[in-house]
């Protein structure tokens, strides 16, 4: 009995067994933690280009859009569902369902745009005969993010993901 004990303890036969069970759930925990941070990364980038795009769209709008510094409701609309969806009436595929960059980004309201006139200097080109200064088109967005795994990643903590972009606006 004691011989089959020592012969027993001396076995190395399921070392390497033991080794990844020890060494799994590391490993495990690293994999996950890359991919979801991945994953976070890219959900921040979408949301840096959706708010830059808008605000080259608000850019772009004709001059006479802002004649008191100021946007109509119909253009700070359309500058959101640009942010949104990528496209001004919001549909940018097509197929007559609103869309979104991201899941998790489910409502324009999440997008606010704002505009102010940049009276610190003098002004040509389209400009002329604006006397209340260039107006600059503000966007900033917040959209919570959306975990791959759900409530296991980071949606747990309950992280957002935030951008802002400003553009002079030069007209179309």
Known sequence: MIRRLLCLCRDRSAAAA???ALSLPVVLVLM???FELGNYFLAEHAVQKAVRDAARFGARLPITEYPTCALSPSGIAQIQRV???GDPDGDADGDG??????HTWTSDTMVNVS???DTSGTYS???DDFTIGAPVVSVDATVPYGSLWGTLGFNAIGLNLYAHSET???GA
């Not at 369902?97 to 991201?102: F, S, V």
């Open 18 to 20: 033991a080794e990844l």
């Open 32 to 34: 996950y933690a890359t």
């Open 83 to 85: 942010a949104r969806s």
């Open 97 to 102: 369902t609103p869309d979104q960059r991201l």
């Open 115 to 117: 505009v102010a006139c």
């Open 125 to 127: 080109g389209v400009f």
């Open 168 to 170: 002079a606006v030069f």
